[in-house]
């Protein structure tokens, strides 16, 4: 699993996925930003967050956990 730390303002709460276009951000704590390069699902092979987005119905506004 990959992910890239952003500096950027964000709003949101602590969990709270942000889609944007191909990308997918989570809001953290303090106005930090993480973006998930890689992911993969229980049971799945790895994908890219394009590739991931594209099979799975997330959208802006969901949170993690």
Same mark, same amino acid.
């Given at each position: 699993?990959?992910?890239?730390? *952003?500096? =950027?303002?964000?709003?949101?709460?602590? =969990? @709270?996925?942000?889609? /944007?276009?191909? %990308? *997918? *951000?989570?809001?953290?704590?303090? !106005?930090?930003? &993480? @973006?998930? &390069? +890689? *992911?993969?699902?229980?049971? /799945?092979? %790895?994908?890219?967050?394009? +590739?991931? &987005? %594209?099979?799975?119905?997330?959208?802006? !506004?969901? %949170? &993690?956990?």
């Amino acid at each position: 699993h990959q992910l890239r730390p *952003l500096s =950027g303002d964000l709003a949101g709460t602590p =969990g @709270e996925i942000v889609v /944007k276009g191909d %990308r *997918l *951000l989570v809001v953290c704590a303090q !106005g930090s930003v &993480l @973006e998930l &390069l +890689e *992911l993969q699902a229980e049971g /799945k092979k %790895r994908m890219n967050a394009a +590739e991931f &987005l %594209r099979g799975n119905a997330i959208k802006s !506004g969901q %949170r &993690l956990g």
